[in-house]
């Protein structure tokens, strides 16, 4: 369903909301207003979820350092949503339990255990295993000096096809949903907005009018309000750039790793996708082009350094295997340090009388995006016929419902033998229940189609270009899949041939 390009036969529809970025913010809304029978349109430039939205840390997480700047809301907040998001999509999101080793001439033991008995609380009915204290020196991963911490518990998820599902999602529920679709003008006329579109796949341009329009492009928020001439917001966007880097696996436990820093900053080390360990992020102001962000080598040797000090396996830089930068547009709050910039959201509502209204998102972060979604949706019911209620904290995005891991990988293994486990495995942790549409069609091996690679076959790759939006080969390997990590230039070259082939 989802590899539509703009439909001419809908220039003269009358939308109620535009969204503009197709971050995870932008999809949220549009997918929740969707939902509540609004005729919508979501409008992305890049691909879905091309910048901040899969750079993150890959976690549902409350924010436990959140708690050091008072922000109770926000970490409430996202807590409570850890559990909402467990159940919409469990096929992409699992709990994992922290550790956080204690230093005694940082953090105080009472500081850390009344900040982690907050952390326990402030969720409502909260199902995860509560924090504690333990020993940590009963195993060869850390160095002598860290032998006791506090475990506690947060989760994983990926955040690219959180992103993606619910683009889809929203498509399914009527709305006009294409990335690489670049708005080119919005502008209010006779009550209503008027946006241009340029369709970058086929250099066709459209025009569509909606009675809101939603500025959901993430870093880009203020200069899309400049660009089109709209009357400037209260807010200022400050930029923070977040650094990741990837190595092997430092260690074989399930265990994440939060260390503590000396600039108090601190930094995860998490296991990720069963080989590698993802350690992340840096907090450094950012003045340049959102899209070309990049690590520097200071980031990289911060992060090599920070593991070092509490690891036993010494890393240097040449064990990097991959790394990725992302920008978080944040609510400027003028705190003099960017990693003390609040991760909360903003929405501001330019609604000036017998104007069109413009709602512009400011900030936000990955585990809070349906609750900002549902006040988007809040702020502009008076402007708008909305007569359903919120929808979204019950239902399941795509792959999740119906979705029981067992079940599930034991249907796989009887139906598809001769497919091997480790792709059945990772089949059902992006797809979930949706594995099912996935094998429609084949019932014996040579129907998988060509092999790009051990982990890659013509029927996935088929499915993610009817299915979830592909047109190129940095949106399959990058996004939809991790499968990067793994190919040859060979194999890269491969995909990238059919693909091209595919659209052509």
């Known amino acids: 369903m989802s ?23 932008g999809v949220g809304i549009a997918n929740d207003a969707a939902g509540r029978g609004l005729k919508v349109g979501l409008y992305e430039a890049q691909d879905f979820a091309g910048a901040t939205s899969s750079a993150s840390s890959k976690l549902i997480h409350g924010g436990l350092r959140y708690l050091e700047q008072y922000q109770f809301r926000l970490v409430s ?5 850890r ?41 409502k009915q909260s199902t995860f295993e509560k924090s504690h204290y333990t020993p940590l020196n009963n195993n060869d991963v850390l160095q002598p000096p860290f032998s006791h911490g506090f475990e506690y518990s947060d989760c994983w998820v990926d955040d690219a096809r959180l992103v993606i599902l619910n683009a889809i999602q929203a498509q399914q529920l009527g709305a006009e949903v294409s990335n690489y679709c670049r708005v080119e003008k919005a502008q209010r006329e006779n009550g209503l907005w008027m946006v241009q579109l340029t369709d970058l796949r086929s250099g066709e341009q459209h025009q569509r009018y909606a009675k809101t329009l ?28 977040g650094s990741h880097i990837i190595v092997e696996r ?48 200071s980031e990289k040797q911060y992060l090599i ?56 998102i400011f900030g936000g972060k990955l585990t809070t995006y349906r609750k900002l979604a549902e006040s988007a949706l809040e702020k502009l019911a008076p402007l708008l016929t909305i007569t359903q209620p919120p929808w979204t904290a019950t239902t399941p995005l795509s792959g999740g419902n119906e979705f029981q891991w067992d079940a599930n990988e034991k249907e796989l293994s009887l139906l598809y033998p001769y497919i091997e486990q ?32 051990h982990q890659l076959y013509q029927v996935e790759v088929d499915f993610l270009i009817e299915s979830e939006f592909v047109y190129t080969i940095d949106d399959l390997v990058l996004r939809r899949t991790k499968l990067y990590l793994e ?14 082939h595919k659209m052509s």
């Open 250 to 297: 430092l260690h074989q436990e399930p265990y994440a790793y939060m260390i503590q820093n000396d600039d108090d900053r601190i930094i995860f080390v998490i296991p990720y996708l069963d080989n590698y360990s993802l350690i992340g992020t840096t907090d450094i102001e950012y003045h340049g082009d959102p899209r070309t962000v990049s690590i520097d080598s």
């Open 422 to 453: 480790a792709i059945r495995t990772r089949w059902l942790r992006a797809y979930g229940s949706m594995t099912r549409k996935l094998l429609t069609n084949v019932s014996t091996k040579e129907d998988l189609g060509l092999r790009f690679s």
């Open 3 to 25: 590899k539509t390009r703009l439909n001419t036969a809908n220039h003269d529809q009358l939308l109620d909301i535009i969204v503009v970025g197709g971050g995870i913010n």
């Open 305 to 360: 350094d920070a593991c070092n000090r509490y690891f036993r396996s010494t890393l240097t830089t040449q064990e990097i295997i991959a790394d990725f930068s992302g920008v978080r547009p944040l609510c400027d709050d003028r705190k003099s340090s960017a990693q003390n910039v609040t991760r909360d959201y903003v929405l501001h509502l330019d609604c000036a009388e017998n104007q069109a209204p413009l709602l512009s």
């Open 214 to 241: 939603v500025n959901a492009t993430g870093p880009w928020v203020s200069q899309f309000i400049a660009d089109n001439h709209i009357e400037p917001p209260p807010y200022d966007v400050r930029m923070v750039k």
């Open 83 to 123: 559990e909402i998001l467990l159940k919409k999509a469990p096929h992409i999101a699992y709990p994992m339990r922290f550790r956080l080793p204690y230093q005694s001439q940082l953090r105080p033991k009472w500081m850390l255990r009344a900040g982690l008995f907050l952390y326990d609380h402030l969720g």
């Open 77 to 81: 907040e996202a807590l409570s949503e």
């Open 487 to 500: 190919l040859t230039n060979e194999e890269r070259s491969n995909i990238r041939d059919y693909i091209e």
